[in-house]
Nanobody, 123 residues
Framework: QVQLVESGGGLVQPGGSLRLSCIAS??????????MAWYRQAPGKERELVAA??????????ADSVKGRFTISREYAENTATVYLQMSSLKPEDTALYSC????????????WGQGTQVTVSS
């Protein structure tokens, strides 16, 4: 199985920036990851896709609410894959638990999730 560990969350003032990281490791299936994505879930709301990036060509897509403010990127090193989410011009409505998901395709397709990292935007 592929383990995902997120980091980088915290408390930030409106207008501030944070960079989230998600490291995928623990299995040869790391090299079978097709897509990595960030999701978020605020209290009382459904989980929503924030941004995603494909392994084949680094194509990206973003939720309309974060376009122009957030940037997703990825890198591979040794037996790990890392996806970043650079968040700028943060707003109180960005407050949520941010979770990382990796989609793996190796004979069959499945998703692995991290535990999440809390982002709180407040003055």
């Amino acid at each position: 199985q592929v383990q995902l560990v997120e980091s980088g969350g915290g408390l930030v003032q409106p207008g501030g920036s944070l960079r989230l990281s998600c490291i995928a490791s623990g299995s040869i299936f790391v090299f079978s990851i097709t897509t990595m994505a960030w999701y978020r879930q605020a209290p009382g709301k459904e989980r929503e896709l924030v941004a995603a990036i494909t392994s084949a060509d680094d194509s990206t897509n973003y939720a309309d609410s974060v376009k122009g403010r957030f940037t997703i990127s990825r890198e591979y090193a040794e037996n790990t894959a890392t996806v970043y989410l650079q968040m700028s011009s943060l707003k109180p409505e960005d407050t949520a638990l941010y979770s990382c998901k990796a989609t793996i395709r190796a004979g069959r397709t499945w998703d692995s999730w991290g535990q999440g990292t809390q982002v709180t935007v407040s003055s």
